[in-house]
């Protein structure tokens, strides 16, 4: 049974140094080691790997991973930050070895909306038929990219796998806009997914496409990316209406004995929906009551004012708001609280007056 897949590029790079380190320093913020190898840096995230090597004037990359998908992945990251590192000056990049045959991104699929309800004046709840649902399956896979045609496509665009690896399309122009989401939960045996959409003043394509989506329209999507959630005895969740369905869905996976609190704050008592969990992690929604989003500090108040667990109980902090928000909890959870990375989760969801490809 073959157990790993390789590719290799060749790329003239005029000053391979600079671009390499910064390369090596942005995985390594990404949780990938690198070690010196006998002629170059070696990176490892997970099973993937890659080594940068010299051929005279060339740079070798020599990536390796245990899937057609790992390899893909591997190769697109790759090439997509040396392009971006070198700046006015991006190389030809071409890939030999295993993936030739890769002419899609393994993790895309397009999803065709199957029903459409209203769960609350400001949420919206698709449900999408999927060819590969089980994909989402586990809180390691909570995220989507939506790709949300632009209007002035006739036809749709997706995406496909350029020589060097990196997503290209046919009309670049014309590509879709790309919007993160939750997959709040999912239905193996129908092959659908539920994504709860914010329906927001000054919307955008995500809220958009959700006040619009009609059954029988199709998206695209790549996914899954990121999520997880920490084993601990106490927990403490913090989200504004566009974390509600990641913390909606954490609440139902905690096992019966997993204690806390969770602080959801929402527009006002209309936006508040039934959530089910068998853990003892109380839920406190927090109205802003005619404040718009993304600008009170609710979120940083309640978590300031919450009972933390004795010292010998592990406690882990999973947080998601507009970015001001995202911020305070960061520096609490970081300058006065001292927690370690592995004890918190602090993310920015949206910023307020800015939209995400801004
Ligand atoms: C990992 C991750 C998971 C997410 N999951 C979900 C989810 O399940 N459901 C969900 O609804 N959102 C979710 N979000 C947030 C969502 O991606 C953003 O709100 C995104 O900006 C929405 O895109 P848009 O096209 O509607 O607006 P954009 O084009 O990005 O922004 C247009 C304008 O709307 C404003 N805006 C954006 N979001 C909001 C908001 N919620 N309230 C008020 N104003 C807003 C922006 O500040 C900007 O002024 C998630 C974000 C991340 C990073």
Known sequence: MRREYTARARIALRNPGPVIAEFCDHMIEHNAEVSEGPAGPVLRLGAVRAAFTRDGEETLVDVAAPDLEGLYLARMSVASHILEFAGNDPPVIAWTGDGGEIVRPPNFQTLEVVGCRTLTPHMRRLT???????????????????????????????????????????????????????????????????????????????????????VGDRVGVVGPGGGGLVDADWYLFAGDETALPAIARMLEHLPAGARGKAFLEVADAAEVQTLTTTSKVEIEWLFRDGRPPGTTTLLMDAIRGADFPEKDERLYLWAAAEFNAFRAIRAFARQEKHLASHQHLVVSYWRRGVAEDE
């Open 128 to 214: 999408l038929a999927a060819e590969n649902v089980a994909r989402f399956a586990g809180l390691d896979a909570l995220h989507l990219n939506l790709m949300i045609q632009c209007p002035e496509a006739v036809e749709p665009q997706w995406p496909h796998v350029g020589s060097n690896g990196v997503i290209a399309w046919d009309r670049p122009e014309l590509r879709p806009l790309m919007r993160k989401y939750t997959v709040r939960s999912l239905d193996l045996a129908a092959g659908t997914l539920d994504i709860d959409f914010v329906l927001h003043a000054d919307a955008g394509p995500g809220s958009g496409f959700a006040e619009t989506a009609r």
